[in-house]
């Protein structure tokens, strides 16, 4: 065979190598497709009060770091409140309700007096005279720990009515009432106080 055939020969076979590898699978891999970025979730709201409910979250005042929560809800015709309390120095402390719905004040002083709609003495609870917010005495353990319960047909939640504790404050004083002198039951100063919210 002569020289210019082998050379022909040649290409051929170069050209049908090439041709082969051309055909074969890719060994490049291939990108995955972008992920979906996930849409912002919108922030759950805070738990808000059912109707018939109000609740009141105590934080410390005058220095102190006495916190709680208060829990009013209806039962047919009568409102009960569920309070608990932290943080107090062990002993027996005043719990009133104030007649306005403000902790501003360092002090507690913005909530003002004791809640009396009906202009009566201050006294102890359901005894002829007190006012509507003498809740009466809370008795901390060693681990600055109290509560007090009260169930009422006294109250009501919601109704804008006179009876209505929405809009009222708690306040935690740092002595016990005494439930005579006037009009505070000589209770000192408030260490805690919390806006009832309905």
């Keep these: 065979?002569?020289?210019?055939?082998?050379?022909?020969?040649?290409?051929?076979?170069m050209i049908s190598m090439f041709s082969l590898t051309g055909c074969?699978?890719?060994?490049?891999?291939?990108?995955p497709p972008p992920e979906e970025e996930a849409e912002p979730q919108a922030p759950e709201a805070a738990a808000?009060?059912?109707?018939?409910?109000?609740?009141?979250?105590?934080?410390?005042?005058?220095?102190?770091e006495v916190t709680?929560?208060?829990?009013?809800?209806?039962?047919g015709d009568?409102?009960?409140?569920?309070?608990?309390?932290q943080n107090?120095?062990?002993?027996?402390?005043a719990v009133h309700i104030h007649e306005h719905g403000d902790c501003s004040a360092e002090d507690g002083s913005s909530a003002g007096g004791h809640w009396n709609p009906m202009g009566h003495d201050h006294g102890k609870w359901?005894?002829?005279?007190?006012?509507?917010?003498?809740?009466?005495?809370?008795?901390?353990?060693?681990?600055?720990?109290?509560?007090?319960?009260?169930?009422?047909s006294l109250w009501t939640i919601g109704t804008g009515q006179a009876d209505d504790i929405v809009g009222k404050?708690?306040?935690?004083?740092?002595?016990?009432?005494?439930?005579?002198?006037?009009p505070t039951g000589n209770a000192g100063g408030r260490i805690a106080c919390g806006v009832i919210g309905g």
Aim: glycine share 10%; net charge negative; charged share 15%.
């Design 78 to 85: 009568k409102v009960t409140l569920s309070l608990s309390i």
């Design 24 to 31: 074969g699978p890719s060994t490049e891999e291939t990108a």
């Design 126 to 152: 359901n005894q002829t005279p007190f006012h509507m917010g003498d809740l009466g005495n809370v008795t901390a353990d060693e681990y600055g720990n109290g509560a007090l319960s009260i169930t009422t």
């Design 88 to 93: 107090l120095p062990p002993g027996v402390h």
């Design 169 to 182: 404050s708690i306040i935690v004083h740092a002595s016990a009432d005494d439930y005579v002198t006037q």
């Design 48 to 64: 808000k009060p059912g109707a018939g409910e109000a609740l009141a979250e105590l934080a410390p005042k005058s220095g102190s």
């Design 68 to 75: 709680g929560q208060a829990a009013f809800f209806t039962e």
């Design 1 to 13: 065979m002569s020289k210019r055939c082998w050379i022909a020969v040649g290409s051929a076979v």
